[in-house]
């Protein structure tokens, strides 16, 4: 019976230690390399976005003011007071409203616009349509809504100037109570349906086309591609433009402050906005706080449940 040679068992057990001791290195390497990578990253976190967020907790037991020496605890008044603020309930349902109509149509839209944009076989063109639908993304929101403000004056604004010369009479845009709301709605979706427009079409983009090819060959029609193909396969796609539609849309602030202000009749007021005017206009921050740490746990419950929904097994 043949033996493997003393000296090549030697050699093995050498090259599996030597094989042990690289890998232990490699391993402590790139730990190295995430801890000094993630590092910073934590530190701004935590320094700008844990502790801001934990100091409104705290506050919003305060009766707090930053022009008062001293600032009286007052446990849960802040927050008993919300209940009975007729602006706070009305700002809510306003936050509420907008988030309902404006998060659907942006989806919509802007996954339509994908998908047409994404058919244009030119790279040229696709990419010169993908490009002018995100210009508005660009530029400021504050500096948009100016110009939008202009557009919806009732004398001298650009619509109601398409209006008379149509014969039509001029709509009080931003003054009407029941056109207000939708007024925003309409400045806040031309300025943000570029970003989502070029997240739908990279997530178009990743869908095999050898799925449509044979949907094809099946004999179906776009409509039952589009049902049977996109919309599923392009569900975390839309799971994460969801959430993150949502998260910007229940902030949203400059566009209220600088088109209507929260008028007429506080139609337009959103949760942001009177957090705004409490901490900086009436100088109660530990109001401002209670709101905030009501808006914080909405957002967080609303991105959970999406979470939870949107959740999604399958591969490709």
């Known amino acids: 019976?043949?033996?493997?040679?003393?000296?090549?068992?030697?050699?093995?057990?050498?090259?599996?230690?030597?094989?042990?001791?690289r890998t232990q290195t490699q391993i402590k390497v790139q730990n190295r390399f995430i801890f000094f990578s993630l590092t910073p990253i934590m530190i701004v976190f935590i320094v700008f976005s844990a502790i801001p967020i934990v100091w409104g907790l705290v506050l919003s037991f305060y009766q707090y003011n930053p022009l008062q020496e001293h600032s009286p605890f007052i446990g849960l008044r802040n927050y008993m007071d919300l209940l009975k603020d007729d602006?706070?309930?009305?700002?809510?349902?306003?936050?509420?409203?907008?988030?309902?109509?404006?998060?659907?149509?942006?989806?919509?839209?802007?996954?339509?616009?994908?998908?047409?944009?994404?058919?244009?076989?030119?790279?040229?063109?696709?990419?010169?349509?993908?490009?002018?639908?995100?210009?508005?993304?660009?530029?400021?929101?504050?500096?948009?809504a100016v110009v939008w403000s202009t557009m919806f004056n009732k004398d001298t604004g650009l619509f109601n100037v398409l209006l008379n010369f149509l014969h039509m009479p001029g709509v009080d845009?931003?003054?009407?109570?029941?056109?207000?709301?939708?007024?925003?709605?309409?400045m806040t979706l031309w300025a943000d349906m570029g970003f989502n427009i070029v997240l739908f079409m990279a997530g178009l983009d990743s869908i095999p086309k050898m799925f449509y090819e044979a949907a094809e060959l099946d004999g179906a029609n776009p409509w039952k591609r589009f049902w049977n193909i996109t919309v599923p396969l392009?569900?975390?796609?839309?799971?994460?433009?969801?959430?993150?539609?949502?998260?910007?849309?229940?902030?949203?602030f400059p566009q209220f402050q600088i088109l209507t202000n929260g008028e007429p009749?506080?139609?337009?007021?959103?949760l942001a906005l009177n957090i705004y005017d409490h901490a900086f206009t009436y100088m109660n921050m530990g109001y401002a706080s209670a709101i905030a740490s009501v808006l914080f746990v909405i957002i967080l419950i609303i991105t959970i449940i999406q979470l939870k929904l949107g959740k999604s097994q399958w591969e490709y």
């Open 87 to 144: 602006v706070f309930i009305k700002s809510f349902w306003n936050t509420f409203k907008f988030v309902i109509i404006a998060v659907p149509a942006n989806i919509a839209i802007t996954l339509m616009i994908a998908i047409g944009v994404n058919r244009i076989r030119n790279n040229m063109f696709r990419n010169l349509f993908r490009t002018i639908y995100f210009l508005p993304c660009i530029a400021p929101l504050a500096g948009s």
């Open 234 to 252: 392009l569900s975390r796609t839309t799971l994460f433009v969801t959430i993150m539609t949502c998260l910007a849309y229940f902030q949203m």
């Open 173 to 186: 845009w931003l003054t009407d109570p029941s056109l207000a709301m939708y007024s925003v709605i309409a």
């Open 265 to 270: 009749q506080n139609e337009t007021r959103v």
């Open 1 to 21: 019976m043949s033996s493997i040679p003393e000296s090549t068992g030697t050699k093995t057990a050498i090259e599996i230690k030597g094989g042990k001791k």
